[in-house]
């Protein structure tokens, strides 16, 4: 069984920083592509950033120059730091990642989602 968890949400002013963290865990063989999307109330879920295993990373063109996505393949970890926030970036983010675990096929997991809310 393979889970992502993520952390690091909030609440925070405009202008200000988050850290997000996703974690994967479980029985994974390998590890691909690592994404964080968002979904604003209303909305459909955006992809936000991604990361290649090789470290190769692209975002959303809202976020770039703002945001940068990293990755700790030892930890099976994906982050996102969030700089200069703004309210419309208020929206619950989800990581997703491209796993084989053992005994089962490539696919896409996801994490339940973290809040971040950016308010004065």
């Known amino acids: 069984q393979v889970q992502l968890v993520e952390s690091g949400g909030g609440l925070v002013q405009p202008g200000g920083s988050l850290r997000l963290s996703c974690a994967a865990s479980g029985s994974i063989s390998s590890l691909y592509d690592m994404r964080w999307y968002r979904q604003a109330p209303g909305k459909q879920r955006v992809l936000v950033a991604d990361?290649?295993?090789?470290?190769?990373?692209n975002y959303a063109d809202p976020v770039k120059g703002r945001f940068t996505i990293s990755r700790d393949n030892a930890k099976k970890t994906v982050y996102l730091q969030m700089n200069s926030l703004k309210p419309e970036d208020t929206a619950v983010y989800y990581c997703?990642?491209?796993?084989?675990?053992?005994?089962?096929?490539?696919?896409?997991?996801w994490g339940q989602g973290t809040q971040v809310t950016v308010s004065s």
């Open positions: 990361i290649s295993s090789d470290g190769t990373t």
């Open positions: 997703s990642a491209d796993i084989v675990a053992y005994g089962l096929a490539y696919r896409a997991y």
